[in-house]
C-alpha cells in the first residue's frame, strides 16, 4: 500500500516534469537514472508522435538507455551528441534533462548518486540549459543528509584511500568504498551549521572536487543568481 502511493507520487511528478517542462521545440533531451525516471520515459512515450519525432533522448547509463531503447525512442549517446553539433563557443547540447534525486533542500541542492550514475548524470546535466530535477514528497528535506547516509563520490581507483583519508581531513566520520548495492553508500557527511564556519553545501562540494582522484561527486547546488528567482516562480528549473 505504501509502495503503491510513493510510486502514484514518482509518477505524478514525472507527468508533472514532462507537462510543463518539455517544449514541443526541443530537439535534445537528457534522461537521467533512477526509479522515478522510468516514469518520465512512459510520460514522454505517450505523448503524440508528432510532438517528439524531432526528439533525441540522451542517456545517463544503461538503465536510461535500455528505458529509451525499450520505448522506442531515439537514443543518442554523450559521444554522438557532441559530434553532430558544430562548435560554438559556450553552447549547451541539451535543451533539457530530467533527473531524479536521492534529496532535495530548500534551495535545490540535490544529493544524487544513490544508482552510482552520477558520474555521467553531472554531464548531461552541465550540457543542459535546463535541469528539471523530479522528486516525490520523501526527496524533500530541511537539509541535505538529513535521511540519506552520505554524499556519492566516484573516485579513481588507484586514489582510493588516499581520496577516504582525506575525506576523513574535512570531517567525514565514515567514508568507505561502496560495494554493490546502490543507495547504501557515500563516504562524507556535511557538518550541520555553515553559520559556525563549518561547510555550506557549495564550499564542500568545491572542497572534496579539489581532492585529487575524485572524478565527481553526487552533489548538484541549486540555482544561483537571477535564476534562483526565475527558478522560484516556475517551480522547476535549475541550472547545475
Ligand atoms: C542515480 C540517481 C537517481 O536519480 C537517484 O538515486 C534517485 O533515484 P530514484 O528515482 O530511484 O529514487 O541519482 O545515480
Known amino acids: 500500500m505504501a509502495g503503491d502511493l510513493v510510486e502514484s507520487a514518482k509518477r505524478a511528478a514525472a507527468q508533472h516534469a514532462v507537462r510543463d517542462h518539455l517544449k514541443p521545440d526541443y530537439t535534445h533531451i537528457g534522461i537521467g537514472s533512477g526509479s522515478t525516471i522510468k516514469y518520465v520515459v512512459e510520460t514522454i512515450a505517450a505523448m503524440s508522435k508528432d510532438t517528439t519525432s524531432k526528439m533525441k533522448f540522451v542517456p545517463t547509463g544503461s538503465q536510461s538507455r535500455d528505458l529509451i531503447l525499450d520505448a522506442k525512442l531515439p537514443l543518442l549517446t554523450i559521444e554522438t551528441l557532441v559530434l553532430e553539433k558544430e562548435y ?79 575525506l576523513i581531513e574535512l570531517g567525514s566520520r565514515k567514508p568507505y568504498v561502496r560495494s554493490g548495492l546502490p543507495g547504501k553508500a ?52 535549475k541550472p547545475v
Open 186 to 237: 557515500g563516504p562524507i557527511r556535511e557538518r550541520e551549521d555553515p553559520s559556525k564556519g563549518l561547510y555550506t553545501v557549495e564550499s564542500l562540494a568545491r572542497r572534496i572536487g579539489e581532492i585529487k582522484g575524485v572524478l565527481e561527486i553526487g552533489l548538484f547546488s541549486g540555482p544561483t543568481g537571477p535564476e534562483a528567482k526565475d527558478h522560484q516562480k516556475d517551480g522547476g528549473e
Open 88 to 166: 560554438v563557443p559556450g553552447q549547451q547540447y541539451l535543451d533539457v534533462c530530467f533527473d531524479g534525486a536521492d534529496e532535495v533542500d530548500p534551495e535545490l541542492n540535490c544529493i544524487k548518486g544513490g544508482g552510482a550514475c552520477h558520474f555521467q548524470e553531472k554531464i548531461v546535466a552541465v550540457m543542459s540549459k535546463r535541469f528539471i530535477c523530479v522528486a516525490d514528497y520523501r526527496k524533500k528535506v530541511p537539509n541535505l543528509l538529513t535521511g540519506w547516509p552520505g554524499i556519492p563520490i566516484e573516485v579513481h581507483p588507484s586514489l582510493t584511500e588516499y581520496v577516504r583519508r582525506k
